[in-house]
């Protein structure tokens, strides 16, 4: 099996069924018939974006940034410990944070691959966020002051 047939069935997998270690998805794949290797499967994780979420049984699973709007538990802390301000201006958002903690929120937020979110740029304390068309910085600025809400909560 090839890297492509290998990621569409992981793809497939985590969609399908509620997977939560490397393990299971290994175990998943094997039931398939792919003969993969834990750090293959590791590997795939981190390449195909994977995030952990809260499921319905309580248990964190993998899953698809794209699939839960976004927003990862490790995102809201993000944007709750270190998001000071959020100011939106035409299709832009700028966040303030305390100095030296842009690169870490601008970090987080890159990694959580928001669908809505086409890139970040960040400085000593300032991350600006250039949202995707066809929403504005004001629609992405009330997501984000939402997630940090939830952040906190």
């Known amino acids: 099996m090839n890297r492509n047939e290998r990621h569409a069935a992981i793809l497939r997998l985590v969609r399908e069924q509620p997977l939560s270690t490397q393990a299971e998805l290994a175990d998943a794949l094997h039931r398939e018939g792919h003969e993969v ?4 499967v ?38 709750t410990r270190w998001a000071l301000t959020v100011e939106p201006s ?3 958002v700028v966040l303030t944070t305390p100095y030296g903690y842009a690169s870490a929120l601008a970090q987080a937020i890159d990694v959580a ?6 890139g ?17 910085g004001a629609e992405l600025a009330d997501e984000i002051r ?3 809400l939830q952040g906190a909560a």
């Open 146 to 148: 939402a997630q940090r």
């Open 113 to 118: 691959r928001h669908p809505h979110i086409a």
């Open 90 to 92: 035409g299709n832009l």
């Open 37 to 40: 290797v834990q750090t293959t």
């Open 42 to 79: 590791s590997r795939d994780i981190h390449e195909l974006g994977l995030i952990k979420v809260r499921h319905e049984s309580g248990r964190l699973v993998y899953a698809f940034p794209e699939d839960v709007g976004g927003y990862s538990e490790e995102l809201s802390e993000a944007l």
């Open 120 to 136: 970040t740029i960040a400085g000593e304390n300032t991350v600006m966020l250039v949202s995707r068309e066809p929403h504005t």
